[in-house]
């Protein structure tokens, strides 16, 4: 009895060994495989902010009270955004780099909750949070839409309330290729 116990706790007591040894090492652990909420929310992101332009109102920092931020009033394209697994939990992290208006966040893949700022490459962001709905457009697109809801923001590292408080519609689509199924 002894032996098989020993024999079934072998694998277990390697694995934790592995597990020590990779975090000892310094090197990072592997990333969870992210699934098709990954390659669902690969496509061509956009965003609309309206009103364009607020005001940051009791900031942390006085010097930044009254700090307008604002954004074109047409939709912006955030270039390519790359969507991974989080390090440090069920998350997924989403991140874009090839625009003018940078979207940095995270995504609840269980209820589709995200958080984000959206950035103006001038030190100041707007914090938004809302919940992604899948659709489906008999014109031959699919993809995901978040009417999100921004309260507050940033002027440089100080944090601020906005007045008034913005609207930020995320926009995930993809064409579909005619004939081609749905995801």
Known sequence: M???????????LMGTHARQSVAASGEPAPLPPCGSICDELA???SVTVAPPTSVMVTCA????????VTFPSEA?????????????????????????????????PGTMGLRFELQDRRGKALRCSGILRKFTNPS??????GQTTCESGTAGSAVCRLEPSVKVT????RILMEGAPSR
């Open 140 to 145: 031959g697109s699919e993809g995901w839409v």
């Open 43 to 45: 496509g061509a992101w």
């Open 61 to 68: 920092d006085p010097k930044a009270d009254r700090t307008a």
């Open 2 to 12: 002894r032996r098989f116990i020993l024999i079934v706790a072998l694998p277990l």
């Open 170 to 173: 995320l926009l995930v689509q």
């Open 76 to 108: 912006i394209g955030l270039g390519e955004v790359k969507v991974a697994p989080s390090r440090s939990g069920p998350l997924i992290e989403l991140r874009s780099a090839g625009s003018s208006v940078r979207i940095v966040g995270s995504l609840d």
